[in-house]
C-alpha cells in the first residue's frame, strides 16, 4: 500500500498507492494521517500480514467506513454521514437501479466517473 523512496537521507518520500484515481485527495490524506496518528497513539504493531480480507465493493467499503470509530471521529461524524449518504443514496443507487434495468454495471460507472463535459 505504501512505497518508501530513499535515494539519499535527504530524498525520501512516501506514496500511498491504496486509493483509487477518483478518490478525493483530501479525504485520503486526512483518514491517512488519522490511522497514523491513532498507531502512534495506541502504539498499534504492523501486522507481519494481511488478516482480515479488504472490501470488495463500495457498499463494502462504506459498510467499514461507517463502522470506523478513528475514522469517523477524526472527519467529523456529520462528514461521514454526507459522506455515506451521498455515496450510498447517488452512486450506488444510479448503479443498482442501471442493473435492474439490464445495462451493465461497467458502463454505467464509467458514465458515472468518467464521463467528459
Same mark, same amino acid.
Given at each position: 500500500m505504501l512505497r518508501i523512496v530513499t535515494t539519499s537521507p535527504r530524498t525520501t518520500y512516501i506514496e500511498n498507492r491504496l486509493p483509487s484515481s477518483a478518490a478525493n485527495p483530501y479525504v485520503v490524506m486526512a483518514a491517512t494521517v488519522a490511522a497514523g496518528i491513532d498507531g502512534l497513539v495506541n502504539r498499534l504493531e504492523l501486522?507481519?500480514?494481511?488478516?482480515?480480507?479488504?472490501?470488495?465493493? /463500495? &457498499?463494502? #467499503?462504506?459498510?467499514?467506513?461507517?463502522?470506523?470509530?478513528? /475514522? &469517523?471521529? #477524526?472527519l467529523g461524524e456529520e462528514f461521514i454521514r454526507w459522506f455515506l449518504k451521498l455515496k450510498r443514496e447517488v452512486e450506488i443507487a444510479k448503479v443498482s437501479k442501471a442493473k435492474e434495468d439490464g445495462r451493465d454495471e461497467m458502463e454505467v460507472e464509467r458514465e458515472l466517473y468518467f464521463k467528459l463535459l
Open positions: 501486522p507481519d500480514k494481511m488478516e482480515e480480507k479488504l472490501p470488495s465493493s /463500495l &457498499s463494502e #467499503a462504506l459498510s467499514a467506513l461507517e463502522a470506523d470509530k478513528v /475514522l &469517523s471521529d #477524526a
